[in-house]
Structures are given as C-alpha cells and as structure tokens.
C-alpha cells in the first residue's frame, strides 16, 4: 500500500491522513473550491480540486472521484463517513478500477442501507428487532391497520433513510394519516425511493451501539459499546464508553449479539451495530454503519489502538491484528461534538472563526476540521471538531471535560460548547440518568 | 409600499411554499433553507401579497438576500 485517495473533508479526512502519514503510505485528499484552504488540503501529500462548493457538485461527484484515483493511481481509497461511504455503487466502481475500497464489501453495504432487508436479515440471523412493519408499507390504511396492532406511539420511517433523516413520530392515527404522505415524497426526494415502513416508539430510550471489526479470514470481533443518547434532532452530540446505563450482564449481552449480527453478514472491516434500548435493558437492532463511525475515537481511547490503520490492513487481506481475548477496555471515554451552531435553538452559525483556543488539559484529544481563521461555510455538516477526553474513571473524565471547555474559547461563530457545560453541570447526566431525549426535554426548561 | 423576505442565514433553496398572487401572513412559513445539513423553515414577519419569487429550487443564498417581494 503507497498511496490512498480519501474521498472526504474536514477532521475525518485529516484524521484518516494521520494514520496514513504514521504507515509511510501518501495521500491524495479530494475537495471542492470551498475547502481550498482547510488543513485537511495542505496536510494531504497532494490534493485535486473537484468541483464546487456544494456537495452534489463534489463531494458526492462518483465520477471526479473515481477519475482522480485512476489518475493518481491510488492503491485504495478511504470513503470517511457520510457522502460517499456507504454508496454502494461508489465502491463497487472503485473495485472494477481494481483499487482497493477501505470498507466492506459492496453487497454488504447494499443490504446493510435497506432498512426494510437489513432488518428482515437481522431478525432471520435471531437479533431482535423493534416490533414493527418489516416490510414496505403500500397504502395509509395498510399503515393505520398495523399501527393500531403494534399500539401508538410509532415511528414513520423511510427504508432508505438514515442519520435521522425521514423519520416522523407520530402519537395517534391523526398524525400519521398527516404525515403519512409528506414523508413518502420527502423520501423520495431525499433518498430517491418513497418506500416508508412503521416501528413501535420506544419512550425513554437510550441509544447504544457496537463497534465490530471483521476481517476477509471470516474473523470478527467486538470493541465494545457507545452511549450514544445524547442528540439533538437525532443527531449525536456526546457519546461515551462504558455506557453508565447498561448493567454488565446485558452489556455482555449486547456485544455477541452485536457479533452474531456481524457474522449473518459475514462483516469485513469496520462497522457499527445501532441498538435502541429500552428502560429495562431490553435492546433492539435499530441499523448497522457500514463505515467507521463519527465517534470511533471513543473506542480508540479505550482500547489503545487505531482503527483506521486496523481498516487498511485489513483491507489489503490481512488478519484482525488482535483477536478477541486480546483486546481490553481501559477507563472511561467521552466524545463530544462541537457543532458550528446556536447551543438554544440549535440553528447553524456559519462564519470565519475569529479565535480557536483549546483548553490545555491533558487526556484530551482533539479532532478539529479547522485552525483559528478558517472559515465555516454553510455547504456542509456543520461539525467543526471532536474533542474526546479520557479518564481513569466516568468521574475522572467529566471533571476533566469540563476543565477543558472552561479554558476553550472559540470567537467569531457560535458553537454548542456552552451547552457541553450545562450538560456537564447536570445531575441527572453526572449520574448517567439519560436518554435520547435529554436534551430536548431536561435541558430546555 | 414594498416588502421583503429575506435570508436569515446563507444556504440552498430546498423548497418555496408560496407563488405570485398569494395572501400571506405574518408567521407563515414562506420557504425552506438548506444549510449545512439542517433544514431552516424561513417564515414571513410580515403580512401581504407575494408580488415575486426571487429564489428558485436549488438556487444558493446568501445571508440578506431578498427571497420575496410582497406588496
């Protein structure tokens, strides 16, 4: 392996470059005209310019892509996370160019982005799934019918949808007759079918998912779970490990299941199991991220190692480079993402940033898109950096959390970090009595 | 006397809810914004009548910019 091409931008693609740097592998980093001047361009051994700003023009450009790793001559590319990672196609014609894609394989993550088929696979494989559908729905009485059996609240959601998008709650049958058609033709705008399918609401939930790793020897482990509860619109916003919630046996519970999912589809590479999981512990397969994850850094503290070189050797045919008994989880971990965005209403704040000052706490690390003067554009997510702090014990880290964003001072955009010191100072968090709609509900009042 | 609806933030036309002709009031969500991933309802402040649409499906705006003329 010589050389990868990351087909990504911000702190993912700077994160990914890391490593590759760290393996003597060079980098080609891709980006659109917005992004001329981010560290993630200059930090790449080369960059190709792709397009402009918004992402339907770049980032999401298949064919820019495939043409500048064809003309670079890449070994492999890394997709990151969002735009073209879990594009089944993208990766697919990156294999017929006979260049190595750092994910699994194409077929995997096909099945694994329908939520209509990966939840049939789940539940075939004996990984309990939340009562719902399980299939497309075809008519609103076909929808009202089920809803009533299942019991009120559900969930209206669309089979392509994903990261929050295309899903609607709905109380009664009034709501869902309401919303019923707005979010078919919303689907199909958004992910180009109009399939919509219907899950039983589960109230105080948390949301805690797995990270597994397979390789192309048929082995896979497990390296632990994320709490992932705190969101905001269904968007994570901190997320940790161990979760304080869950009890050890259920723990241990949740992680060969999360295997024995995995293994149904014969996993290679890094992937993530999503489980919801309800006041009792009782936890469902809710999707699988057929990517490394946004938060992965909270798994790398933990557990000491580093996922995207774990991605690259196995992606070149290597074994897992540590087998299960071998792996540990040391201390407590803790993630929060800081947003470019109002921390009350929750609106973006796009802009140049004025002044970038990182409190200076050690067992910090920070993964940050920008430097001081860059500026925030409205084309793209807008998360500008992840701070990912690591104690002894939950206790430990949240003190140390909260002397970092006391010292953090960030001028010229408005950021969410006040909030990480609200959540910080809130006893139900401090006990780790949360779920996913704390911040909705505990903090606004 | 004209009015205008204009961009509280910079981002992508995802959707335009009224047309020429139409009475709108004050709250009334007139169109949708994209930016940065997140859809941003923009709502009059005013009552009237939409004289132009000067926004398109698709079309980029920066933060300020007119979107509705209404008389």
Same mark, same amino acid.
């Given at each position: ?12 693609? $700077?994160?990914?470059? @890391? ?13 659109s ?12 051994t ?31 590319v ?26 699994p ?5 096909e ?28 008519t ?15 969930? $209206? ?39 919509v399918?219907?899950? /039983? ?6 949301? %805690? ?13 497990? $390296? ?10 269904? =968007? ?15 723990? =241990? ?6 295997? /024995?999912?995995?293994k149904?589809?014969?996993?290679k ?7 919801? %999981? ?107 950096? /992840? ?12 003190a ?9 001072h960030?001028? @010229?955009?408005?950021t ?30 | ?9 910079a ?55 007119v ?5």
């Amino acid at each position: 392996m010589q050389r990868i091409l990351i087909a990504n931008r911000g702190e993912i693609a $700077l994160r990914i470059i @890391g490593t590759c740097h760290d393996m003597g592998i060079e980098t080609i980093a891709v980006y659109s005209e917005a992004d001329r001047d981010m560290p993630f361009v200059k930090a790449a051994t080369k960059a190709v310019c792709i397009g402009e700003p918004p992402v339907n023009k770049s980032y999401l450009q298949v064919e820019k892509i495939i043409a500048a790793a064809k003309e670079e001559n890449v070994d492999a590319v890394h997709p990151g996370y969002g735009f073209v990672s879990e594009n089944s196609d993208f990766a697919r014609r990156i294999i017929e160019a006979g260049i190595l894609f750092i994910g699994p394989d194409p077929e995997t993550i096909e099945l694994m982005g329908d939520k209509i088929v990966s939840r049939q696979t789940m539940e075939k494989a004996g990984v309990p799934v939340v009562p719902g559908s399980g299939h497309g729905l075809k008519t609103i009485e076909e929808a009202c019918a089920l809803a009533g059996t299942i019991g009120y609240p559900v969930m $209206l959601k669309a089979s392509g949808g994903g990261g929050g998008i295309g899903m609607v709650l709905c109380e009664d049958e009034q709501a869902l007759v309401k919303s019923y058609a707005s979010t078919k033709s919303r689907a199909k705008t958004y992910f180009g079918s109009d399939e919509v399918f219907i899950e /039983k609401y589960i109230a105080s939930a948390r949301h %805690v998912e797995v990270q597994v790793f397979g390789d192309s020897c048929g082995n896979i482990v497990h $390296l632990f779970e994320r709490d992932c509860s705190i969101q905001r619109r269904h =968007q994570k916003v901190v997320e940790e490990s161990p979760s304080p919630f869950l009890s050890d046996s259920v723990r =241990q519970k949740m992680f060969q299941t999360a295997i /024995k999912a995995a293994k149904a589809v014969k996993y290679k590479n890094a992937g993530t199991i999503e489980f919801i %999981v309800d006041e009792n512990e009782n936890f469902y397969f809710l999707e699988m991220n057929t990517r490394l994850q946004v938060e992965h850094p909270v798994t790398e503290a933990i557990s000491g190692l580093d996922l995207v070189k774990w991605q690259i050797l196995v992606a070149q045919g290597e074994p897992l480079p540590l087998l299960q008994p071998e792996i540990h989880s040391s201390g407590h971990a803790i993630e929060f993402r800081l947003y470019a965005e109002d921390p009350v209403r929750f609106l973006p704040s796009p802009g140049k940033i004025t002044a970038l000052k990182w409190g200076e706490e050690a067992g910090v690390r920070i993964d940050s898109g920008y430097e001081e003067g860059g500026t925030v554009t409205p084309f793209y997510d807008p998360m500008i950096a /992840k701070c990912i702090v690591h104690g002894a014990t939950r206790e430990e880290s949240l003190a140390k959390a909260e002397a970092f964003f006391k010292n953090t001072h960030i001028e @010229g955009i408005k950021t969410n970090a006040p909030l990480f010191l609200t959540i910080l100072a809130n006893v139900d968090f401090k006990n780790g009595n949360y779920t996913t709609s704390f911040l909705t509900k505990k903090l606004v009042n | 006397m004209m009015k205008e609806i204009t961009a509280s933030m910079a981002g992508t036309v995802l959707n335009v809810f009224v047309a020429e002709g139409d009475q709108i009031h004050s709250g009334q969500e007139v169109l949708m914004l994209e930016s940065m991933k997140m859809e941003i309802p923009i709502e009059s402040g005013i009552e009237g009548v939409v004289k132009e649409v000067k926004a398109n499906i698709g079309d980029f705006v920066n933060e300020g910019d007119v979107l509705i003329v209404l008389v």
